[in-house]
């Protein structure tokens, strides 16, 4: 899953260690998150969302894995 995560600090003048305050989690977990290297639970996902105001699909970019089967 990709996000905007940094984007979204940087738009609110927010460290990582500013946003793992407001969330709850470490400045390693909100810096894994952001590499992709780790994608949040649910509720952190809307913890994040929160903390900026916004959507989760505004941080959050599902991308859906195309169907490798050909029907026909």
Known sequence: M???L???RAEHNMSQDDLA???GVSRQAIHSIE???Y???LELA???ARA???NIEDIFIYEEQE???TYG
């Open 39 to 41: 994608t949040p639970n």
């Open 21 to 23: 305050k407001k969330t």
């Open 46 to 48: 809307f913890r994040i």
């Open 52 to 54: 900026f105001n916004a």
């Open 6 to 8: 940094k984007v979204f």
């Open 35 to 37: 590499k992709g290297k």
């Open 67 to 69: 169907n490798l089967e």
């Open 2 to 4: 990709k996000n905007r």
